[in-house]
């Protein structure tokens, strides 16, 4: 018996030492393709090149949401929508902006790179803010100036309904595929090497959603007021022009910009693990040290780095497992797959209950485009002549923002940094959650809010004497749960997506605003179903004086504070990613960036 145990040692100590060598050259002829293929780093990139990118980003923000911010009133009042249908059709629309996020960071982490897939989806969005003010010139609004909430539009053709939707579908596709990926070309120009790097590439993402708001500033202001006074065909020209400008912008820094090399489809690399795995279903896992990995610095995975053993999900180690039956198949990833693959998978689980935890907040988060907006609509917004729109109130919430993001860079980081001795000062994970609380708190003030518009609601009139300068405290609150909630997504999930998903990390903080969107549609239409049986009007009629929106904020609250509950668990559960960031590697890599510089 003892005999045959060293036999199968002996079988398996060949296997792993064939398999090692058949992979050795591959491996060194991988390292010489860096070493001489690789992009010159130096003088590239850095914060000159980065703010090109944060100019496109509040360009293109500004032209996206020219479109968006008001969108729920251009279906009430040119489309003769009803609310809830106006409400439910928005939460569509700006889904699909999130989910198309999803395609571009595929096609970017695939394919196509960073860089061009930015430039073909910021095309995309031009032709589609194009042909938005060519349909409203043409064939929405008619007569002229309509739409204002005085003056009624014409039913519009089928034509020119179908080229509106197209236009907006079109709009929705290029910023959903350009933002994220914006996001991890705008990390992409700091060496996160170093510790320099590190530090520049974390403010870089404070930044850019810094630039989102400066952006969306003037769209939730002057071109709000413009559109509301019935100039919807204005407003969607200034959007195409600001695109245009955001384009070049963007182009203007193409010899400059520090690339990053895609790392080929994902898809596969996860597939084969799983495949892998379920061959060995009978196999116990190998020990840490006895895993199958590439020698060298550099993984199996073009163009990432390697990703040391973690001890979540055991059972995927058998896919790294060698066995007697990988001499068969020799560099067959759907048989054998390195520790950095395995990893790469079990990178993507972990995120995932973090990620569908914040959906809940994307639900509180859409409510400012639809039904904030319909709210103030139906609350006094005069001031002296002057009626405030609307949709300009979310003014309050990027004003929110924009301060908020100073006072947690300055005040909280350092504070908190002096209290538990971190670094960062909170963790991804802890601002993700404070910024969950502070939004359920938002819709609670949202819900008070109501319960007082009704109160001051004359029989027979539309709108509620009460001052729209009520809705300012759900407003600021929403602005300063984002600062906590999507800056600290978009960290948390760039910093914790392997090389080879980086885009895919980025997209997934937008993609939970996809699924926020069509989730708050549903909520809609259960509530709506549920509160109109009857007879009754609902709690969000077309008539908002004989519903009850108050109670669908505080279900939306409850529901937050469930959410938060479940949030609270996986966070404790999450262990972060463990890349290899040896001294070896690190100083390979700068020997290898320096015999570059040379050639």
């Not at 100039?231 to 963007?250: D, E, M, N, P, R």
């Not at 670094?423 to 802890?430: C, F």
């Not at 609601?457 to 809705?471: A, C, M, R, Y």
């Amino acid at each position: 018996m003892a005999a045959v145990e060293n036999s199968t040692t002996e079988i398996e100590r060949m296997a792993y030492e064939e398999i090692i060598s058949s992979r050795q050259v591959e491996d060194v002829d991988e390292n010489e393709n860096i070493t001489n293929g690789k992009d010159k780093y130096e003088n590239k990139g850095g914060w000159k090149l980065a703010s090109l990118l944060l100019v496109n980003q509040g360009l293109a923000t500004l032209a996206f949401f020219g479109v968006g911010v008001n969108l729920v009133l251009f279906l009430t009042r040119v489309l003769d929508q009803d609310n809830a249908s106006a409400a439910n059709n928005v939460s569509k629309w700006t889904g699909t902006v999130y989910l198309c996020s999803l395609i571009g960071a595929f096609l970017s982490d695939s394919y196509w790179g960073r860089y061009l897939t930015c430039a073909i989806f910021q095309l995309i969005l031009v032709l589609g803010l194009a042909l938005l003010s060519l349909a409203s010139r043409l064939f929405l609004i008619n007569p002229a100036d309509c739409g204002d909430g005085i003056r009624l539009c014409n039913t519009p053709s089928p034509l020119g309904s179908a080229m509106f939707y197209l236009s907006i579908y079109l709009v929705a596709f290029g910023y959903g595929g350009h933002q994220p990926t914006l996001a991890t070309f705008g990390s992409d120009q700091f060496d996160d090497s170093h510790q320099k790097g590190a530090n520049s590439k974390a403010a870089f993402f404070s930044y850019f959603y810094f630039a989102l708001n400066v952006g969306s500033l003037f769209s939730n202001t002057i071109l709000v007021y413009y559109e509301n006074s019935g100039k919807w065909t204005l407003g969607f020209l200034v959007s195409f022009g600001s695109a245009i400008i955001a384009l070049l912008f963007y182009l203007l820094g193409t010899p400059r910009y520090r690339y990053i090399k895609e790392s080929g489809n994902p898809l596969p690399r996860v597939a084969q693990v799983f495949v892998a795995a379920y061959r060995k279903w009978g196999v116990t896992p190998a020990t840490v040290d006895a895993l199958y990995e590439v020698e060298g610095t550099e993984s199996a995975i073009k163009g990432s780095r390697k990703i040391l053993h973690s001890d979540d999900f055991k059972f995927l180690d058998k896919a790294a497992t060698i066995t007697p039956n990988d001499l068969s198949a020799l560099n067959n990833p759907w048989r054998l797959c390195t520790v950095t693959q395995v990893e790469e998978a079990k990178c993507v689980l972990k995120m995932l209950p973090i990620w569908l935890c914040t959906i809940m907040y994307s639900v509180i988060f859409t409510q400012m485009a639809s039904l904030f907006v319909e709210q103030g609509d139906v609350m006094a917004s005069k001031l002296g002549d002057f009626r405030i729109p609307a949709a300009s109130m979310s003014a309050f919430d990027i004003c929110s923002v924009l301060i908020w993001t100073g006072v947690y860079r300055h005040i909280v980081v350092p504070l908190a940094r002096t209290l538990s001795n971190n670094p960062k000062g909170l963790t991804e994970l802890q601002r993700m959650g404070i910024g969950l609380i502070i939004g359920m708190i938002a819709m609670v003030a949202a819900g008070f809010t109501e319960i007082q518009r009704l109160k001051f609601v004359t029989p027979g009139e539309k709108k509620s004497s009460l001052s729209i300068f009520w809705q300012v405290p759900q407003y600021v609150l929403v602005g300063a749960s984002e600062v906590f909630m999507y800056v600290g997504q978009l960290e948390f999930f760039n910093a914790q997506a392997p090389d080879g998903i980086k885009s895919f990390g980025s997209s997934l903080c937008m993609a939970s605003m996809s699924l926020g969107n069509f989730v708050s549609s549903l909520l809609i239409n259960i509530v709506m179903e549920i509160t109109t049986r009857g007879g009754s009007p609902g709690w969000i009629p077309e008539d908002l004086n004989s519903g009850h929106m108050d109670r669908f904020y505080f279900l939306i609250a409850g529901l937050a504070a469930v959410d938060f509950i479940i949030y609270v668990f996986c966070a404790r559960w999450y262990t972060c990613i463990n890349l290899d960031t040896s001294e070896k590697g690190i100083e390979l890599e700068e020997q290898q960036e320096e015999v570059h510089a040379n050639v």
